[in-house]
Nanobody
Framework: QLKLVESGGGLVRPGGSLTLSCTTT????????VGWFRQAPGKGREGVSWISSTDDSTWYADSVKGRSTVSRDNAKNAAYLKIDALKPEDAGTYYC??????????????????WGQGTQVSVSA
């Protein structure tokens, strides 16, 4: 069982940046694609970004494209999502999901084998 732990959330001013981490200590993350999703209060979970398990290909939602970077460090069993120029609409709970041998972005949450507990991001002056 892969246990994912998100971290790095917090309160950030509009225009600021943050880097979210998704880590596992029990098993390697190397064979899993990692998807980042967020859920704003009262809304459904939406895909934000994704990185492949095979060739480091990536995907970004239009809402964060150009101001975010998804990456991974397999030696550290970690994946990261950096978002710059944060906007109030970026606020929500961010979750990472792991998809074994995932090679293409999927917005279908059932495609992801494991999920973290989420980390809260607030964007406010």
């Amino acid at each position: 069982q892969l246990k994912l732990v998100e971290s790095g959330g917090g309160l950030v001013r509009p225009g600021g940046s943050l880097t979210l981490s998704c880590t596992t200590t029990q098993y390697t993350l190397e064979y899993y694609a990692v998807g980042w999703f967020r859920q704003a209060p009262g809304k459904g979970r939406e895909g934000v970004s994704w990185i492949s398990s095979t060739d480091d290909s990536t995907w970004y939602a239009d809402s964060v494209k150009g101001r975010s970077t998804v990456s991974r460090d397999n030696a550290k069993n970690a994946a990261y999502l950096k978002i710059d120029a944060l906007k109030p609409e970026d606020a929500g709970t961010y979750y990472c999901g792991a998809d074994l041998w995932g090679s293409s972005w999927s917005p279908d949450e059932s495609e992801y084998d494991y999920w973290g507990q989420g980390t809260q991001v607030s964007v406010s002056a």
